[in-house]
């Protein structure tokens, strides 16, 4: 099946720094991509749709300031934290589809952040 | 606003038996639904998709109903494994096929 991977897997932060998670899409090209929030024991929550070569679509009550999506190319979508805080703290997941509806979205292994 | 309602208290099942998973959704008309296994620390992997026109899905041992009257949707594990141990969530989605909305998920444990 299409792979999409995520990086970092972890990563520990001072607070007031920025960090860049990236997610590419391994073996297929991915005009859409997803970027959702996770607290333990919780739903994924959709934070931003990122389209390659426009804007980002955030969901009603995230930051776009920040939160800053960059989807340069058809394979690659990033998601930088920015001036981040102990609040921040969690894990931090990205997906994409493929072209053929009958299978679901494909997701990366997912980064958990931790803001010290 | 739109909810889904998974069990939140773990599913406990020995071994060889069927497990079943219930999604519940209101204020919300999804064109499909698709069920995800989650292991800790990963991101999900998708398992199976159905559509509001369909009212059953299996692949291996895996059955997922859909009954958009009663908006729920059934997911059966049969003769389960320890290694089925996880957190499956549901999700919907619109006709778009593109946002997905997902349910807070139950825990499977499975003991030998």
């Known amino acids: 099946g299409a792979v999409v991977s995520q990086h970092p897997s972890r990563v520990i932060c001072k607070s007031g720094t920025s960090v860049k998670i990236e997610c590419r899409s391994l073996?297929?090209?991915?005009?859409?991509m997803f970027w959702y929030r996770q607290f333990p024991k919780k739903s994924l929550m959709l934070m931003a749709t990122?389209?390659?070569?426009?804007?980002?679509?955030?969901e009603q009550g995230v930051e776009k300031d920040k939160f800053l999506i960059n989807h340069a190319s058809l394979t690659l979508s990033t998601l930088t934290v920015t001036s981040a805080h102990p609040e921040d703290s969690s894990f931090y997941i990205c997906?994409?589809?493929?072209?053929?509806?009958?299978?679901?979205?494909?997701f990366g292994q997912g980064t958990r952040l931790t803001v010290v | 606003s739109q909810k889904i309602e998974q069990n939140s208290e773990a599913l406990n099942i020995q071994e060889g038996k069927t497990a079943t998973l219930t999604c519940n959704y209101t204020?919300?008309?999804?064109?499909?639904l698709q069920w995800y296994r989650q292991d800790p620390g990963r991101g999900p992997v998708f398992l199976l998709l159905?559509?509001?026109?369909?009212k059953e899905k299996r692949k291996e041992r895996l059955k997922v109903t859909f009954d958009t009257t009663l908006k729920q949707s059934l997911f059966h594990i049969t003769a389960s494994q320890p290694a089925d141990s996880a957190t499956y969530l549901c999700?919907?989605?619109?006709?778009?096929?593109?946002?997905?909305?997902f349910g807070t998920g139950t825990r499977l444990l499975v003991s030998p």
């Open positions: 990122s389209n390659e070569g426009s804007k980002a679509t955030y």
């Open positions: 073996d297929f090209q991915a005009t859409t």
């Open positions: 159905i559509r509001e026109n369909e």
């Open positions: 999700a919907l989605g619109d006709t778009g096929f593109q946002k997905l909305v």
């Open positions: 997906s994409a589809r493929v072209s053929d509806r009958a299978v679901g979205a494909f």
């Open positions: 204020n919300y008309s999804p064109a499909y």
